[in-house]
């Protein structure tokens, strides 16, 4: 059946970490893809993180508060091999950047991205390769800021009280900005995708669009120069998600934190939560082509902020019980449903939350994070409460 199984590979890979101010938990399934092409990395102590490694142990015993923590999920197409490389790549050219070394992180994770794709460009075991990734990565220093750093449509939000902020901007050639610089490259834009064919704007890989050799790698068709946004940690942030498009096909910003916050109010641990949320997004059969039907890969970051992981669950079950911030629902619609033909369709009503007609990150309103969207113009609105059903127009467009 096209680019899927006749059954979903269902079973998961998942690991969990924590250190005296984070715990994470991670999880991937192949599900009805043909191979799995997502890779991710949790680092919670990045300067102590041996060469090639992904992971760090499951328990950071290093007292120190010099740390940083690096924490990152590469959705492939084309293949896995940009995407696995970047796994095991990008946190190291992070670490050995002239910028992280003086503290500039924002510039570091800049330098990041794009000294990975030239790593791969001037390899000549992956030059030819014709796959790409997206890449969203969050670094948290030593101060206590979150910095997210994105390139393409996976995506990372931050629980704030219950309350679903983006940390990233998916980008998409329909985007005004994209739209520019693609065409400015010499490229276009037609069915929602890069030349016709790429359904993202922004990925690390994908040389076929980089090789206008008279613009710099910022300029380019598709480019792997992220945007990034920070933020300073406080007492009302709860936890950090970072997902493919697996999982924003299926739920909105909004409703991920809420399923989240809902199962950790249930002290499910977090690789139960990570496993639990794959789970909701699977689609039962693929004869409707898109939706539940990709890769999947979450991760979960608990900020503990001082406390116990004890606590910190006794703080979520305690500010849920009270209906501090955001009223979580207790109860969540079914994303599937049966077709006039007996066949399974996506029966999603979910918050618009990716604007797609940004102009540029710094001007945007971050604080906002819901923004119906048109995916068929491009067009967004601004009622937080606006409810849309997902269309296949954008469902088939966050296809990469």
Same mark, same amino acid.
């Given at each position: 059946?096209?680019?899927?199984?006749?059954?979903?590979?269902?079973?998961?890979?998942?690991?969990?970490?924590?250190?005296?101010?984070?715990?994470?938990?991670?999880?991937?399934?192949?599900?009805?893809?043909?191979?799995?092409?997502? /890779?991710?990395? @949790?680092?919670?102590?990045?300067? !102590?993180?041996? #060469?090639?490694?992904?992971?760090? *142990? +499951?328990?950071? &015993?290093?007292?120190?508060?010099?740390?940083?923590?690096?924490?990152?999920?590469?959705?492939?197409?084309?293949?896995?091999?940009?995407?696995?490389?970047?796994?095991?790549?990008?946190?190291?050219?992070?670490?050995?950047?002239?910028?992280?070394?003086?503290?500039?992180?924002?510039?570091?994770?800049?330098? /990041?991205?794009? @000294?990975?794709?030239?790593?791969? !460009?001037?390899? #000549?075991?992956?030059?030819?390769? *014709? +796959?790409?990734? &997206?890449?969203?990565?969050?670094?948290?220093?030593?101060?206590?800021?979150?910095?997210?750093?994105?390139?393409?449509?996976?995506?990372?939000?931050?629980?704030?009280?219950?309350?679903?902020?983006?940390?990233?901007?998916?980008?998409?050639?329909?985007?005004?900005?994209?739209?520019?610089?693609?065409?400015? /490259?010499?490229?276009?834009?037609?069915?929602?995708?890069?030349?016709?064919?790429?359904?993202?704007?922004?990925?690390?890989?994908?040389?076929?669009?980089?090789?206008?050799?008279?613009?710099?790698?910022?300029?380019?068709?598709?480019?792997?120069?992220?945007?990034?946004?920070?933020?300073?940690?406080?007492?009302?942030?709860?936890?950090?998600?970072?997902?493919?498009?697996?999982?924003?096909?299926?739920?909105?910003?909004?409703?991920?934190?809420?399923?989240?916050?809902?199962?950790?109010?249930?002290?499910?641990?977090?690789?139960?939560?990570?496993?639990?949320?794959?789970?909701?997004?699977?689609?039962?059969?693929?004869?409707?082509?898109?939706?539940?039907?990709?890769?999947?890969?979450?991760?979960?970051?608990?900020?503990?902020?001082?406390?116990?992981?004890?606590?910190?669950?006794?703080?979520?079950?305690?500010?849920?019980?009270?209906?501090?911030?955001?009223?979580?629902?207790?109860?969540?619609?079914?994303?599937?449903?049966?077709?006039?033909?007996?066949?399974?369709?996506?029966?999603?009503?979910?918050?618009?939350?990716?604007?797609?007609?940004?102009?540029?990150?710094?001007?945007?309103?971050?604080?906002?994070?819901?923004?119906?969207?048109?995916?068929?113009?491009?067009?967004?609105?601004?009622?937080?409460?606006?409810?849309?059903?997902?269309?296949?127009?954008?469902?088939?467009?966050?296809?990469?």
């Amino acid at each position: 059946m096209g680019q899927t199984l006749s059954e979903p590979i269902i079973e998961k890979h998942t690991s969990a970490g924590e250190d005296e101010d984070f715990a994470f938990g991670v999880s991937e399934m192949q599900g009805w893809r043909l191979t799995m092409e997502d /890779a991710h990395a @949790a680092v919670l102590d990045l300067n !102590r993180a041996p #060469p090639n490694s992904s992971s760090t *142990p +499951s328990v950071s &015993t290093d007292p120190s508060k010099k740390r940083t923590r690096f924490f990152a999920v590469y959705d492939g197409h084309g293949g896995a091999t940009v995407a696995k490389f970047s796994g095991d790549t990008v946190h190291f050219r992070l670490r050995s950047t002239p910028q992280y070394q003086s503290g500039d992180y924002e510039a570091a994770l800049k330098r /990041a991205f794009l @000294a990975t794709d030239e790593d791969l !460009r001037s390899n #000549p075991d992956f030059a030819n390769d *014709p +796959s790409g990734c &997206t890449a969203v990565a969050a670094l948290i220093t030593p101060d206590g800021k979150i910095l997210v750093a994105n390139a393409g449509d996976s995506r990372s939000v931050l629980c704030v009280n219950g309350v679903a902020e983006p940390m990233s901007h998916d980008h998409k050639p329909v985007n005004r900005d994209e739209n520019n610089r693609i065409v400015a /490259a010499g490229g276009f834009v037609e069915f929602g995708r890069v030349n016709g064919n790429l359904a993202l704007s922004r990925a690390i890989g994908d040389f076929e669009f980089k090789q206008n050799k008279d613009l710099s790698p910022e300029a380019q068709v598709v480019t792997a120069n992220p945007d990034i946004l920070t933020h300073q940690i406080t007492v009302e942030d709860e936890f950090l998600i970072l997902a493919c498009d697996g999982i924003w096909d299926v739920y909105s910003n909004q409703q991920v934190v809420d399923r989240v916050r809902r199962l950790l109010g249930e002290r499910k641990t977090l690789e139960q939560v990570a496993e639990q949320m794959i789970d909701y997004c699977l689609a039962p059969d693929c004869e409707w082509g898109g939706v539940g039907c990709d890769n999947m890969t979450f991760m979960v970051v608990a900020i503990l902020g001082g406390k116990t992981k004890e606590q910190w669950y006794d703080m979520i079950c305690q500010r849920l019980e009270r209906g501090e911030g955001h009223q979580t629902p207790s109860n969540f619609p079914q994303p599937y449903a049966r077709g006039p033909r007996g066949e399974m369709i996506p029966n999603i009503m979910r918050l618009g939350d990716s604007p797609d007609d940004r102009t540029s990150p710094p001007g945007y309103n971050q604080d906002s994070e819901d923004h119906s969207t048109n995916a068929a113009s491009g067009n967004t609105g601004s009622s937080l409460f606006s409810l849309a059903p997902v269309s296949i127009i954008e469902a088939l467009s966050r296809q990469g």
